[in-house]
């Protein structure tokens, strides 16, 4: 059977802490490709927040939740007012690599970037079968680090769109 083709709209979302120091996070399928958290949409209806939400749960064991009182020193829980929407979204064309994954023809995606902002220290988990490697840089050190052009250009704008 099929795997269904991935919808072309997804998020970017740019975990940092207080500090403005970045995660970056290496991908499994393309060692040296280091980037921010990304993802698709599961289904056409799914709210952005959502997608941005599962995403940081399912690639970094991060859970934003409703509730702030897990928020304590060790804990992976951060509060879902931490998670901002930048109102910025990109538009590019999608790596002639990873084309397959979407219905034929589709060679554009939209991306909508957001900013995640944790505490210094926050247990990071990854998926193995994502990402091999993660570290945490100064937001112009891993502006550098990036493969996506979109995603430096995010992160660059980190310390304007901060909110901590």
């Known amino acids: 059977m099929q795997k269904p083709y991935k919808i072309p709209e997804s998020v970017l979302v740019v975990i940092h802490t207080p500090e403005l120091d970045v995660l970056l996070i290496e991908r499994a399928d393309k060692p040296g490709y280091w980037q921010s958290v990304t993802g698709s949409k599961d289904r056409e209806d799914e709210p ?6 599962r995403e940081v749960f399912e690639e970094t064991g991060i859970l934003i939740a409703d509730e702030t009182s897990g928020e304590q020193q060790g804990s992976n829980r ?3 007012s931490r ?6 979204s990109n538009v590019y064309e999608i790596y002639p690599v990873w084309r397959h994954r979407y219905a034929p023809g589709v060679t554009r995606n939209t991306e909508h970037v957001f900013g995640l902002c944790v505490p210094r220290g926050i247990p990071v988990v990854l998926a193995p079968r994502e990402h091999t490697a993660y570290r945490w840089l100064p937001w112009r050190e891993a502006a550098d ?20």
């Open 145 to 164: 680090q990036c493969f996506s052009p979109s995603n430096a250009e995010a992160i660059l704008l980190l310390p304007a769109h901060r909110r901590c």
């Open 78 to 80: 951060v509060s879902r």
């Open 83 to 88: 998670l901002v929407d930048w109102q910025l």
């Open 48 to 53: 952005l927040a959502e997608t941005a939400v």
